[in-house]
């Protein structure tokens, strides 16, 4: 009988922190997806910089902008971020050999 009182009595409190764990899993997913838009943008801003689509003055302050927003939204500075950059420098490049390679075999 004890036992029933308490899940009575804590219910509202159980209650609250399934709430609060289902808000931090849905912010943790909101993070992730933004992070993701991010670091696509960052690779198709270096596309286009490679391509010759953009001036290297637009690129340094759209690449600015990007990587400060993905800085504010890990929370973390730099390392991780020039990482992904780094990453997405070498992915770059193989698409850019990629298609130099596809206009040559034409």
Do not use: C, N
Request: no cysteine.
């Amino acid at each position: 009988m004890a036992f029933i009182l308490d899940d009575i009595a804590l219910s509202p409190i159980k209650g609250l922190l399934w709430i609060a764990k289902e808000l931090e899993q849905a912010a943790e997913r909101a993070r992730g997806d933004e992070r993701e838009r991010l670091t696509r943008e960052l690779r198709g801003l270096y596309m286009q910089l490679e391509t010759g689509r953009i001036e290297e003055a637009e690129f340094e302050q759209r690449e600015g902008e990007l990587l400060d927003a993905l800085d504010a939204l890990e929370g973390t500075p730099t390392a991780d971020t020039e990482a992904r950059v780094d990453d997405a420098d070498q992915d770059i490049d193989e698409h850019i050999d990629e298609e130099s390679d596809e206009e040559e075999d034409r």
